[in-house]
């Protein structure tokens, strides 16, 4: 019988796991070829059938159990090891992707790298050590604003707001499920873009989000730099609508209009510099009064920041001042505004989201009014 190289035996499985899933003790990883359906002890089911009964309580339908039930009262050891790992990877499925198919989620590019777990693997891994409940756990949203969420839901009474919980809920598991320690979320529901540093809310300010003509779509992205002073690269469509004309600020290059940095820049003095094909940014306006409103839909579907200086300095932290800042915003004597860039000391992944329920600063829940109509496209009950 070939035996496993001895630099390996240390990754030999116990022999707990080994007879968990049917093999002979002493036998190595040279030795066998592992069955598709790892057997599954009894303890193991009980705890399979709790999470599949208190699949609501994350906002997801109860998992059906009647083949596993049927196959457990044949006795039929094979096939009640079969149901249990379809029923538990199936659950696992909707618990780490979600359980709304591609056609209810509107307006969402964000690609969820989770794909590349392997679901299979864990699991069986968690039968052979019984930790079938640190399984399920982990494939939860890892962060306080799902819990926060989650929480809300075993309280809240009003149907309404329920469905909302259970529509957000379900949009975290659309998204990795971990963000990152470092990170900035954008909510276009909520008028609001939050700093994230060491997983911990660090600092949030106020935004305009894209018109109901022109919502602004969910996207990830990665910030490298900070363009100070910034050209406004004009779109197309935009171009036609305001008949644009080589007046003023604006200058025809050749294949489209650009306006000149300046104070009336559409911009106004910062974007951030993260590349994406939907040319989604976050940048500064001249507009600032629009941020005394509360409902703050107005923009072509980018992101407008208030204190867009404050907010690109705290990004910029460590690496300059806002004196240095302020120098080199001015046009030099006699000429005109100049722009400029400065990279983040660590490039920033940026998440533009869409959320009609969030966490607040103290960890209690707000609800936001669904300006683009996206929460009905989500059955309500999901899984």
């Known amino acids: 019988m070939r035996r496993i190289d001895p630099r390996l035996r240390k990754f030999a499985l116990p022999a707990a796991a080994l007879a968990t899933l049917g093999l002979p003790l002493g036998s190595d990883f040279g030795d066998y070829?592992?069955?598709?359906?790892?057997?599954?002890?009894?303890?193991?089911?009980?705890r399979l059938e709790y999470w599949a009964k208190a699949a609501p309580a994350d906002a997801l339908q109860p998992a059906d159990t009647s083949e596993l039930n049927a196959a457990l009262q044949r006795d039929n050891?094979?096939?009640?090891?079969?149901?249990?790992?379809?029923?538990?990877?199936?659950?696992?499925?909707?618990?780490?992707?979600?359980?709304?198919?591609?056609?209810?989620?509107?307006?969402?590019?964000?690609?969820d790298t989770d794909t590349a777990i392997d679901l299979p693997t864990q699991l069986r891994d968690a039968i052979a050590s019984e930790r079938i409940d640190d399984f399920f756990a982990s494939l939860r949203p890892?962060?306080?604003?799902?819990?926060?969420?989650?929480?809300?839901?075993?309280?809240?009474?009003?149907?309404?707001?329920?469905?909302?919980?259970?529509?957000?809920?379900?949009?975290?598991?659309?998204?990795?499920?971990?963000?990152?320690?470092?990170?900035?979320?954008?909510?276009?529901?909520?008028?609001?873009?939050?700093?994230?540093?060491?997983?911990?809310?660090?600092?949030?300010?106020?935004?305009?989000?894209?018109?109901?003509?022109?919502?602004?779509?969910?996207?990830?992205?990665?910030?490298?730099?900070?363009?100070?002073?910034?050209?406004?690269?004009?779109?197309?469509?935009?171009?036609?609508?305001?008949?644009?004309?080589?007046?003023?600020?604006?200058?025809?290059?050749?294949?489209?209009?650009?306006?000149?940095?300046?104070?009336g820049n559409a911009l106004g003095q910062m974007k951030l510099v993260m590349p994406n094909p939907y040319n989604i940014y976050l940048h500064d306006t001249p507009?600032?009064?629009?941020?005394?409103?509360?409902?703050?839909?107005?923009?072509?579907?980018?992101?407008?920041?208030?204190?867009?200086?404050?907010?690109?300095?705290?990004?910029?932290e460590g690496s300059v001042t806002r004196e240095q800042i302020d120098k080199r915003l001015k046009p030099p004597e006699g000429g005109e505004v100049q722009s400029f860039s400065v990279p983040l000391p660590e490039e920033l992944p940026v998440y533009v989201t869409y959320f009609t329920a969030s966490m607040r600063a103290d960890g209690s829940v707000a609800f936001h009014k669904d300006i683009y109509g996206r929460d009905a496209g989500i059955a309500v009950k999901l899984g």
């Open 142 to 263: 890892d962060n306080p604003a799902y819990t926060a969420l989650k929480g809300a839901l075993a309280t809240e009474s009003d149907p309404a707001r329920r469905m909302t919980l259970d529509r957000n809920m379900e949009r975290w598991r659309w998204l990795p499920r971990s963000l990152g320690d470092d990170y900035l979320l954008a909510n276009a529901a909520g008028f609001d873009v939050t700093l994230w540093r060491s997983g911990k809310r660090y600092k949030s300010w106020a935004t305009i989000s894209g018109k109901p003509k022109t919502p602004t779509p969910a996207i990830s992205a990665v910030v490298k730099a900070v363009n100070f002073n910034p050209w406004w690269e004009v779109p197309d469509s935009i171009a036609k609508e305001s008949h644009l004309s080589a007046r003023g600020s604006y200058v025809w290059n050749g294949k489209r209009w650009r306006q000149k940095p300046g104070p």
């Open 287 to 316: 507009s600032r009064g629009l941020f005394d409103l509360g409902e703050r839909a107005f923009s072509h579907g980018c992101i407008r920041v208030g204190d867009a200086l404050g907010f690109a300095l705290t990004l910029l």
């Open 33 to 46: 070829t592992p069955s598709p359906d790892p057997h599954w002890s009894k303890a193991a089911i009980e």
């Open 77 to 111: 050891a094979r096939a009640s090891d079969k149901a249990a790992t379809e029923l538990a990877l199936n659950l696992a499925r909707k618990h780490l992707f979600g359980a709304a198919p591609a056609s209810q989620r509107a307006g969402w590019h964000i690609a």
